[in-house]
């Protein structure tokens, strides 16, 4: 089994995966509740089309400030983990101290695995975006060391704590 440079096991793929499905599922579920009631009240009027695009768009912009923060405060915290983190028992961690990476960092790491976060309300670009991050997603899987795409832009390696 891989470990990091402190002795520390690497999770496994399918941990990191259940993780992050974990916590679209908490952020994901909130959204279609918001996004029906938000945009689903303007879509029928016709001649406010318009309105409807701008209030997909409000609505894209604050979806992704909770995505960001959530993940940022979280994974840049000191335990390093999100709530689908805690529930596999896996961490992020700088790559070189073993500690934690931040909030900026985290940020960083979350946008480079999912540019949805901020493209995911785009038509085209949103679904481009999508295709990138399922290859993101998977790219842990052919790297000796279990990063990911976005574990290499953010110098982070994902442990198992428990």
Partial sequence: MPVDRFGRPLA???QRFLGILIDLLILGVPKVVVTAAVVGSTAGNGIFAVNWAVDAAIVGIVFAVIDLTYFGLLN???KGQTVGQMALGIAVRDEAT???????RAGLRILVLYPDILAGWVPILGSLAGLYSIVAGLS?????RRQGFHDKVAHTNVIRVR
């Fill in 12 to 14: 496994g793929w399918w």
């Fill in 76 to 78: 840049g915290g000191e």
């Fill in 140 to 144: 842990p899987l052919w790297d000796s």
């Fill in 98 to 104: 073993g500690g934690a990476i931040g909030p900026q």
